[in-house]
């Protein structure tokens, strides 16, 4: 059994679409398609899934009036997609880590820029205009 490497999107969101449900081929080249915006061929598709299936980790059915193929997942190929999303769930964390800020009032974490604001000369970072405005009046009631 050779093993099996995600080695771009195509094949990653492949494992995920039919983690999803059971699809057939040519329903996984137009969702990956649109979730890429470009055009994606067979050529790139049903190597891969000839691949997962030789590794048993996906089942094929025929159904439809014109036996269509119907790619599922094995219990071997959802244990397969688990492990792969542990390991690409750690990059997505650093990536999204590195977009969060604190409030300087509530501490909480936003995604993003959030509120802004310069108090005293100090460029400070707030998850909205009223934890902005609750910090200053904190500060002007201290004094």
């Known amino acids: 059994m050779a093993k099996i490497k995600i080695t771009n999107l195509v ?52 159904s439809g009036k014109r036996d269509k193929k119907v790619y599922a997942l094995t219990k071997e190929g959802k244990s397969f997609t688990r492990k792969m999303l542990e390991k690409s769930g750690n990059l997505i964390a650093l990536a999204v880590g590195l977009k969060l800020t604190t409030c300087a009032h509530c501490g909480c974490k936003t995604y993003g820029p959030g509120h802004k604001e310069k108090i005293k000369g100090k460029k400070m970072n707030f998850c909205c205009k009223h934890c902005a405005a609750s910090f200053k009046h904190c500060k002007d009631t201290s004094k």
Request: hydrophobic residues 35%; glycine residues 6%.
């Open 11 to 62: 094949k990653f969101y492949t494992v995920l679409l039919l983690h999803e449900k059971p699809r057939h081929g040519y329903e996984l080249i137009h969702c990956i398609g649109e979730k890429l915006e470009e055009t994606i061929s067979p050529g790139q598709m049903y190597p891969f899934l000839k691949k997962l299936q030789k590794n048993k980790l996906i089942t094929v059915k025929k």
